[in-house]
């Protein structure tokens, strides 16, 4: 087996996004596009010679394939040893924990998360740090601007790797480690929550189900909630990853993961139920009756964390994403801890993690994760739930109900505007910037538009600044509207409108969110004059 070097040119467009490189999976297909990717990447880092590199993915299509080539680069470019996840597979929460575990130099994980998989569908790609994170914008602006001049890759010639046994491999110089990709996050879990406690609830009675969507997550929740908490067979629905997800979304909201909403609407539906999206970071959470808003989430769990062994000290401070509700703002302000405020995409949490600064972080799009990895975590999310349900032993609904007459209720809810065209959608932002100095004070449908910026955030641990991280709006009377383009999608535009009104604890808590939110939405629609500039009069999806 020798060591190749290959002329190549650059690929237009391997810019990372708000998480990785994401296109359609045909693109990641093309001759030598991971390749070059893969090679920018180490070229950024300063090479991969003697490092240690995590490798797998969500076991979308094309994983298995992105995945030989990632290894005979690195193999080519020196590097001592890649561990891989069984077949291929590793949830993003579970890479980003080998990483730290084995102090691994970084990884490079395989997925477009949420987006749907298929050879027509979407892929992704994208490179986590030695803290276990997902790379910051230094270093993913240092890897694009390797992939603009690219001239040449290092590969080997080399038969695939077999990688569905577990133990040691050689891949040219490179020691090449099959993992159980369950084994080390289970671990970990069981280090955080009181196991005994839950499988107790459990054995009590408490019903629960949760939906892998055909993802990555079925593995580790049947290991964990089956086999180890003792849930029913059949408690994990849709437990096998396929490659092209049961050809669905595996997006955990209530339009993709409707049966399973449907299933704890109805009069003999589970006490407990959740999902998971395709690489396993994001989890939606239901109980009986109830759907609890990603952002509510966040907040219940920061004031009950302390429930759970692995928080029972208390939480250093908390932080959300921009966008997403001041729920747990409340919560922190009444613990007396700091909150923060960052731009949408998990990056953006691994300095206030890694300085001690939060131990919880979340953002709306139903990601909620700590310090105990540098990913967001949809199994964890779920069992810090079970474990404070196990502790307080009431229904999730009583739980939430508990949460608004304390804190107040913040009415929330998404509406994204998918495949929008690009220009129109751009051009709606530039004009709304421009004009953003002179909003304050103009009518907005029945509203009156009391403040506007473009968020800009300055990381107080490194000082680095990130602008136009979305436009805010705020309301007369307490509302808030958000518009930000989405940097995951691989087709058109994505415009995102987030909306919140909040509602103090003796006021009216109980409102259909949608009606909730009516106003302040077309508030947000007229200021930002969206149907004339895109012809959309209502939402694709509202979450
Ligand atoms: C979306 C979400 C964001 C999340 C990102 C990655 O980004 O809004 O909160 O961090 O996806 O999540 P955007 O730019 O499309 O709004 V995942 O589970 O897709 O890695
Ligand atoms: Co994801």
Redesign the pocket.
Known sequence: MSGVTRSCTPFEGQKP???GLRKKTRVFMEPGYVETFVQSIFNAIGGAGGKTFVVGGDGRYFNAEAIQTILRIAAANGAARAIVGQNGLLS?PAASNLIRKREANGGLVL?????PGGIDEDFGLKYNTANGGPAPENVTAAIYEETTRIAEYRTLESEDLDLSELGEKSLGGMTVEIVDPVTDYAALMRELFDFDKIRALISSGFTLRFDAMHAVTGPYARAILEEELGAPEGSVMNAVPSVDFGKGHPDPNPIWAKPLVDLVMSDDGPDFAAAS?G?G??NMILGRGVYVTPSDSLAVLAANAHFAPGYAHGLAGVAR?MPTSSACDRVAERMGIACYETP???KFFGNLLDAGRVTLCG???A?TGSDHVRE?DGLWAVLLWLNILAERRLPVRDILADHWVTYGRNYYSRHDYEAVNADAAQDMMADLTERLPQLAGTRAGNLVVSAADQFSYTDPVDGSVSRNQGIRIWLEGGGRGVL?L????TEGA?L?IYLERYMPADGELTIETQTALREIAEAIAEVSKLTEYTGRTAPDVMT
């Open positions: 996004g708000t998480s993003t997925s477009a998360s949420h987006n999206d690489d970071d994001r994403s949408t995409g998990w953002e709306e799009s990601g967001k930000r989405s940097g995951t999608g994505t995102r």
